[in-house]
């Protein structure tokens, strides 16, 4: 496998897994995408300038054009991370999401399987179309017990975690009726650089580094399985070079926090990492009313990407945490204007978490 198409690779995922595979791998990525609020070319500017690297402004929607650039490049896979992400924005307008997340990989599927029958026949053996996708697809679980599984059931609760279920189900249909050779994986929450600012972790850093308040949403019980964007990276790459057609597997890291506790531990590190005069961050949290359908809790059992794949994520939370608290204090000039173009005037309230 030389050639990878990337859908969304200007985003959080997908950048970072635009920068394993150009950067670590040495592999060749032809990034597609639609440029939407979410995206920046400064989270691939690393690699911007390698040969191996090429972008290409274009909405996956666009069933014609993603084939064109499929056949141009000469692909051998595709990842496909493109998607509407947060919950919040899928309540206040859920149109967008069924738009990107359904009807473009509807789209998307249409384009890869006709360039699939293209194929000479070893080739498309070893083609793989790769999409990525999420644990909320799973719904919620109890505060007291229980893990995610590839075998459990759906039962989505929000806009969001619907549209993208309705995208898994037809990953693994055109698979079953039209033989297209797919993997599948869905992850728990990923944290890390470039990551956007209206979400959970960087919204409190940012907030904290500002000195504003510190959101959060009902009691901040709700848990979730914390990863790393670079162990997903690294994961996501053995999904689509090692993985069996036909299968999903499951990318978490068994870091399970509390929304209080993460923004506990964020609050801490910004007063060891960037102390400031007016006393401690943790004053700046405030309890707000909480969000429709918000899920208590999950978590992924890793144990089949771990046993199949020989992957393992290589951050612990701790690490991880600071390493992310640090990043956000140096390089204020990626988050900065974004901040200010997307949020002038607007209130940032608490996020997909």
């Known amino acids: 496998m030389k050639k990878i198409m990337v859908t969304g690779g200007c985003g959080f995922i997908g950048s970072a897994v635009c ?64 998607a509407e992400s947060h919950v919040d924005r899928s309540i206040d307008g859920p149109g967008d999401f069924i738009r990107t997340n359904i009807d473009g990989t509807f789209a998307l599927l249409q384009a890869a399987r006709a360039y699939h029958e293209s194929l000479p026949p070893e080739r498309r053996q070893a083609f793989r179309f790769h999409h990525i996708s999420t644990d909320e697809v799973f719904g919620q679980l109890p505060l007291d017990g229980g893990v995610f599984t590839e075998d459990s059931p759906y039962r989505p609760s929000s806009p969001y975690s619907a549209s993208k279920a309705a995208s898994d189900h037809l990953v693994m249909a055109w698979h079953h009726t039209y033989g297209l050779p797919v993997v599948m994986s869905n992850c728990s929450n990923n944290y890390g650089p470039f990551h956007f600012p209206e979400k959970l972790i960087p919204l409190m850093i940012i907030n904290g580094l500002e000195g504003k308040e510190l959101p959060v949403y009902g009691s901040g019980a709700n848990v979730r399985d914390w990863l790393h964007v670079e162990d997903h990276a690294r994961a996501l790459a053995h999904v689509v070079t090692r993985g069996r057609v036909g299968a999903s597997y499951n990318i978490g890291s068994r870091n399970q926090r509390s929304n209080l506790d993460v923004v506990t531990a964020i609050a801490d590190m910004l007063d060891e990492l960037a102390p400031r005069a007016a006393g401690r961050r943790r004053d700046l949290i405030r309890f707000v009313g909480d969000r429709p359908g918000h899920d208590l809790r999950y978590a992924i059992d890793p144990a089949r990407a771990e046993a199949e794949l020989g992957w393992r994520p290589r951050e612990s939370f701790e690490q991880g945490l600071r390493k992310t608290v640090q990043w956000y204090i140096d390089n204020r000039a990626w988050w900065q204007p974004l901040r200010a173009a997307r949020y002038a005037g607007e209130r940032l309230g608490t996020v997909k978490a």
């Open 19 to 82: 920068r394993h595979l150009v950067g670590d791998l040495g592999l060749a990525v032809v990034n597609v995408d639609k440029m939407t609020y979410a995206a920046s070319e400064g989270s691939t500017a690393a690699i911007a300038q390698d040969p191996r690297y090429r972008f290409h402004r274009l909405d996956i929607c666009d069933r014609d054009g993603v084939e064109a650039v499929m056949r141009a490049a000469d692909i051998d896979a595709v990842m496909h991370l493109a």
